[in-house]
């Protein structure tokens, strides 16, 4: 609870109704923020993100869950609801954001079904459904988590030949496309679930405009990282049943692949944390190595 007290739950509380009580405080990941939020109403909670004291980039991210949410809000998309954004952390002490909170879990099964998996690419389809133009808070989204550091843009020196050979090949950043609504983080660890339905897309810091493409690769990518050969098929399954036939799609799924680090260990913790304990570096990497293998034959 040390992440979350006195201005932040005091600001929460007002912001949440007039009089309202914080009873309750649990972190949401590990010991660290985002916090759940409960309310002296047992049906009343929240959901509390603040920005690290050292985090320079933070107000940035939670000015882009803002706008995020605030996007798929007016288009009734299956994301939280925006509560309050202070942004200066005048009242709250730091950058702050408070969201409604979606029911389910995001733990990941170890076989998930193609329906599961069409059921992703459906809600993505969704997001992409929405047309926006790119800005300040919104920005342009090149790649999964453009703006983050790395990704799509490393140089991969010194790593696999087949990373070498795949950046090599995809060159620079895909042209312009149609500018939609985008996630830019969409893996299953930001997906949740109420047993087999999905009830929405979570962690909203790197949303923005883009390609729909962005969002497609990537999810396809996670699917075959943490699930089986069949699974990217069924999330673009999902996908074009809502949206049509995907463009570009053997290059997004490269950009894809060229996102995740070329360690993929670096990324166990996340995998581990939500539930997939099974999985090793070895068996990520062959899987994504697979996966980018196979894009690379279809790519022109």
Do not use: K
Not at 88 to 100: E, F, H, K, M, V
Not at 235 to 257: F, H, I, M, N, T
């Amino acid at each position: 609870m040390s992440g979350a007290r006195g201005p932040a739950l005091r600001w929460a509380a007002r912001a949440v109704a007039p009089g309202a009580r914080v009873v309750d405080v649990r972190s949401l990941r590990s010991g660290a923020g985002p916090w759940l939020v409960r309310f002296g109403d047992p049906d009343r909670a929240a959901v509390l993100r603040l920005a690290a004291p050292d985090d320079r980039g933070a107000r940035e991210r939670l000015a882009t869950e803002a706008a995020a949410l605030d996007l798929a809000g007016r288009h009734a998309l299956p994301t939280p609801r925006l509560i309050a954004a202070e942004l200066d952390g005048a009242a709250s002490g730091r950058p702050a954001l408070l969201t409604t909170v979606l029911p389910g879990s995001s733990r990941i099964p170890a076989t998930p079904s193609p329906e599961r998996m069409r059921a992703l690419g459906r809600a993505a389809a969704a997001l992409h459904a929405v047309t926006a133009e790119p800005g300040p808070d919104l920005p342009l989204r090149r790649w999964p988590m453009d703006g983050a550091g790395g990704g799509f843009t490393t140089a991969w020196h010194g790593t696999s030949p087949l990373l070498v050979e795949a950046r090599e090949r995809v060159g620079g950043a895909p042209g312009p496309e149609p500018a939609v609504f985008v996630h830019a983080d969409l893996w299953q660890g930001n997906a949740l679930w109420v047993g087999d339905s999905f009830s929405g897309f979570v962690d909203w810091e790197y949303g923005g405009v883009g390609s729909a493409g962005v969002d497609l690769g990537n999810l396809r990518c996670d699917a075959a990282l943490l699930g089986d050969p069949a699974a990217p098929g069924h999330v673009l399954d999902g996908w074009e049943s809502v949206a049509g036939p995907a463009r570009d799609l053997a290059r997004w799924d490269v950009v894809a692949a060229l996102s995740t680090p070329a360690d993929v260990a670096t990324w166990l913790p996340a995998i581990h944390g939500q539930g997939r304990a099974d999985l090793t570096a070895g068996v990520v990497a062959a899987r994504r190595d697979a996966f980018l293998r196979g894009a690379l034959d279809r790519f022109g």
